[in-house]
């Protein structure tokens, strides 16, 4: 089989840690994931050798799982150190973020000391969009705008949350606490709702269940240095057979 870099087409898409390319199938994309980081809407910028490799690599390790446990996703194969082969979808323009452990925005919002446990996991919508700065908005603004209709919102809670379980559990058996993260959902020709995007150290916050420290890209965000080791020793963790 060629390379992905061989067969890619014209650029669909390029966002802050990756571009997707269209190939000579209409029903394939190719993502290409970059070192580049951004955090508080691009605001501030980084650039670290290996985060692409790495992020792409964790990514393509739990798709496949993730597919095996019974959730839908748009992972085909990984075909080098920087590429994917995904089915082609169309993103649901919400953002979904998933939290176990009151963290970030929601720690500042609501006044809840980081680190404070959550009684059940918490399901919070965002707008995808760069130039607002993913604003959080509710299932009714995403239905009422038309980015999704009730049935995929009810589809894409349920998956979210079977990603959660899924990943919390994964990741307590490599010593890791799964904080909170963010999952984006696309739809397939036939308007099937499908898991897209990555899961890695950009997208999760993963705290090391000995110490609490921080395994992602909060070390860049709060200048804590070591995002580079982190997010080694994140790939190091997914890829332990236990
Ligand atoms: N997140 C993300 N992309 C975003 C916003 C958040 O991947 O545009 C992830 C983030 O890494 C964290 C979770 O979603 O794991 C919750 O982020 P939060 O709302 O606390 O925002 P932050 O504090 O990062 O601004």
């Known amino acids: 089989m060629t390379t992905g870099e061989l067969n890619r087409g014209e650029l ?76 082609a979808v169309v993103i649901v323009p919400v953002e979904v973020i998933v939290r176990n452990v009151a963290a970030g925005s929601f720690s500042k919002r609501l006044g809840i000391e980081e680190g404070t446990p959550l009684s059940r996991p918490v399901v919070e919508y965002c707008y995808k ?26 589809t894409i809670r349920e998956l979210a949350l079977k990603v959660r379980d899924f990943l919390t559990d994964y990741f307590a058996q490599r010593g890791v606490r799964l904080i909170d993260f963010k999952l984006e959902f696309g739809k397939l020709a036939d308007g099937e709702i499908v898991l897209a995007d990555e899961i890695s150290p950009d997208t999760c916050r993963f705290w090391d269940a000995t110490t609490n420290e921080k395994l992602d890209k909060d070390r860049f965000r709060r200048d804590l240095g070591g995002e580079a080791e982190a997010y080694a020793e994140m790939l190091r963790r997914v890829t332990t057979e236990v």
């Open 12 to 87: 669909k898409y390029e966002g802050k840690a990756k571009r997707v390319y269209a190939t000579a199938n209409p029903a394939e994309y190719i993502v290409e994931y970059k070192d580049d980081a951004t955090a508080f809407n691009a605001q501030k910028r980084g650039t670290w050798e290996g985060k692409g490799q790495t992020n792409n690599a964790i990514t393509a390790h739990l798709y496949p799982q993730l597919e095996a446990a019974g959730i839908p996703t748009h992972f085909i194969e990984k075909l080098d150190d920087r590429h994917q082969r995904v089915k």
């Open 129 to 154: 969009s760069d130039a607002l700065g993913d604003p959080l908005i509710n299932s009714d603004t995403a239905i009422a705008l038309g980015w999704a209709t009730q049935e995929d919102l009810k």
